[in-house]
């Protein structure tokens, strides 16, 4: 079984950066896709970015496109998330998921969050003044 842990969140004023970390504890971290999450006080859970197993693929919701850069490092099992140029909006909880499958199956631009079945306990990013 997967398990995935969170961690670079923090507080940071508009404008500025944070790197988010996914580590992954399985050795067959290279079948994997990974998606990033975020859920705001009060509203629902959204889709922000995922990476197919094998990095060929990536998918980013519009709202942190070209602010957010995902990518992975099979041989350290872990999955980064760049975030430039924060914005209040960015506000939430960030969790990683993470599911088995073929390279195209998993990591879409619809970024549905049913298709990845393990989950860590997310990290905080707050984006302030």
């Known amino acids: 079984q997967m398990q995935l842990v969170e961690s670079g969140g923090g507080l940071v004023q508009p404008g500025g950066s944070l790197r988010l970390s996914c580590a992954a504890s399985?050795?067959?971290?290279?079948?994997?896709?990974i998606g990033w999450f975020r859920q705001a006080p009060g509203k629902e859970r959204e889709g922000v970015s995922c990476i197919s197993s094998r990095g060929l693929i990536t998918n980013y919701v519009d709202s942190v496109k070209g602010r957010f850069t995902i990518s992975r490092d099979n041989a350290k099992n872990t999955v980064y998330l760049q975030m430039n140029s924060l914005k209040p909006e960015d506000t939430g909880v960030y969790y990683c998921?993470?599911?088995?499958?073929?390279?195209?199956?998993?990591?879409?631009?619809?970024?549905?969050?049913?298709?990845?079945?393990?989950w860590g306990q997310g990290t905080q990013v707050t984006v302030v003044s």
């Open positions: 998921a993470a599911e088995r499958g073929r390279e195209t199956s998993i990591c879409t631009p619809q970024l549905r969050s049913g298709r990845f079945a393990f």
């Open positions: 399985r050795f067959a971290f290279d079948y994997y896709a």
